[in-house]
């Protein structure tokens, strides 16, 4: 990103051109980002609370009074055990050293509660992990040169446009685009097929698909031999799912998924050749289809499709997930858990945190959390089952600390809100969503106000908590040059601002994989060791489709195109773009209930009521509706948004959570 600068003031920002991904483009929601900066109600100023909590009612006060009431705070806390401060974070910035940098360095010293930070894409990662060794895949430039692409729960029109730069130049050149999810996207609108399946069906669907290319044998049998694991057992699984059965549990026709099964085996590579008449098939796979019960094994299902098929010999072949594994990241040396010096504090899960905040002390639980230092998210409005939420942010007893931009739906239970830096005001880098270029975040623009980057609040806090650790100096050039270590030429980056990692252009032309075994494992013996499956299974949903009276109709809650999970939801000309919180339905199911488009409706279930307006639109499934996020609770009608209806429960593997394993009725309002 570019950004043009007059007299200190940041008046523009692009898209680099000289940067091959990103080519001069930004995505809707990020070409607002000096709109954003200069908001009106940026805080600007350390805020201290005065109403009642939640009310949102503060005033400014210094930042040498908000960081020494807050040390006293965590002082007195700490001396009874750290580990009921708990520190919540994610992906406000996902830069290394404004995200875990000084923080991991921080709450490593003060030996507090531990967060697994799994709320987005840790049944997808731990499916990968087990079944190619790592998070990586494809080289996302290289799905220009496919012939058939497969783009598997993934908006990419909204949440991924530099894939879909590469997705357009194949289809130019011929190649045929097929869109597996549930909501008729805006980017299904621009493929050539769409399936429609029902959420978490996806691993009834990957078998289906093996099951054809058994049947017709359309496999590489050579590299099925030389390169992976399993492959007699996972056969006999996969039989077992002929397209009737899967189409049954998908709620699809059997037809749709014998010519996806058609169309990828066409693909189908050999010792001799490195694709089938069809040319390369690749599959964009992306996290919109692990927030369910049976994530972690739908993608280890898909992950494994192009081993059948051989797809892997070719560098246009293959799946893509993620990439982060091709970022050699020193946390180690960027968080300190030296600094825990040999204690093993809890962990607490960042998508339970509605439970965790209302559980009381308890051997097994340990102390109740009574300090919250929350930077770089906003769980208030992201986080599952908000009635628990909001309750455990309520607790008068709990010490809240907020880092932000904004008075957020979290801020409003804030005891102390401290104004932080954006992107443009400071140091920083970052890996990447899906490309394989190591990343640098120069301010462009002084800090706004009294605002401070994440980093500085920390040194600071640090200080007034007697840690004199030199590592607590470390300026965040410092921390940046750490980052990657020697992986990354520090020199070309503050030259070129990208870095373009090492990594071979076909992976797994010739096996290789990062597993224990070196192959494709269709059997995992580390999950075997751990009393799972070492065979992925098609896993239903928690609350799966038809299996509630009460609840009939799946909600998902994929993001709005002008929004960032909740960031940029006050920005003006983006809150006008989106309009409202909507919940798409399709007619036959509104018809049902005499509910008119864009009337209110009531959308529940058991854990709690939302209501916004309905829309009935082209998007929507049969038996699926969408409340489109995440909106922040503030715009809502009633004060709430979708997550007072998602649930806490977690995935199979990876403890991710299920936001789109989630049932509900709708009435008329
Ligand atoms: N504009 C915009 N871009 C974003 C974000 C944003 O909020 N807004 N968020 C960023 C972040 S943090 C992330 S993690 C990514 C998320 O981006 P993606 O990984 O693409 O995930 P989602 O957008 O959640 O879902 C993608 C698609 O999956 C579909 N889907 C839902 N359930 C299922 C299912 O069970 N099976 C299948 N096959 N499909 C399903 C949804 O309808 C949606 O169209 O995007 C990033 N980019
Ligand atoms: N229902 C439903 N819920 C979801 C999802 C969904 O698809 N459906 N998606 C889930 C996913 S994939 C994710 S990743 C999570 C994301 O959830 P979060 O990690 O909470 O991300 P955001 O909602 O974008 O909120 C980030 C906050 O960080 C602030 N921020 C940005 N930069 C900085 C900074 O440099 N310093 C400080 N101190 N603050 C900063 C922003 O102002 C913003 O308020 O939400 C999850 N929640
Ligand atoms: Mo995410």
Redesign the pocket.
Known sequence: MLTTVENGVAVKVQGNPNHPHTDGAL???VSRYTERTYHPERTLQPMKRVGTKGSGQFEPVSWDEALGDIANRLKAIAAQDPQAIQPYSY?GT?GLVQGEGMAGRFFNKLGASMLERTI??SAGGAGLVHTLGAKVGMRVEFFAEAKLIII?????I????HFWRYANQAKRAGAKLIC????K?E??DKCHAH?A??????GA?ALSIMQQLVVNDRLDHDYLARYTLGWAQLRERALQWPPERAAAVCGIEAAQIEALARDYGACAASASQSTGAQGPAAIR????????HG?GN?VRLIAMLPALIGAWRHRAGGVLLSSSGAFAVQRAKLERPDLLAGRTPRTINMTTIGNDLLRPASPEFGPKVAALIVYNSNPVAIAPDSAKVVAGFAREDLFTVVLEHFQTDTADYADYILPATTQLEHWDVHSS?GHTDALLNRPAIAPLGQAKPNTQIFRELAARMGFDEPCFQDTDEALCRLAYGDAVDFNALLEKGFVTLPMSEAPFAQGNFPTPSGQCEFFSQRLADRGLDGLPDHVPNHEAAHSSKAYPLAM??????????S??VNVTSLRNSEGEPLLEMHPVNAAARQIQDGSTVRVFNARGEHRCRVSLNHRARVGVV?GL??WWRKFGLDGTNVNQLTSQALTDLGNGPT???CLVEVQAA
């Open positions: 995505c809707a929601k992906a996902m987005c894409a598997w729960g993934s908006n990419s909204t949440s991924n446009l597996i999810d549930p909501r996207s980017t299904a399936i399946l029902l959420p978490g069906t996806d669907l796979m992306n996290y919109g289809l692990q927030r369910v994530g739908a969503y998902i809650s994929p993001p709005a195109r002008n929004f960032l999970n960031t940029f969408h996020g995440v936001f789109y394993d």
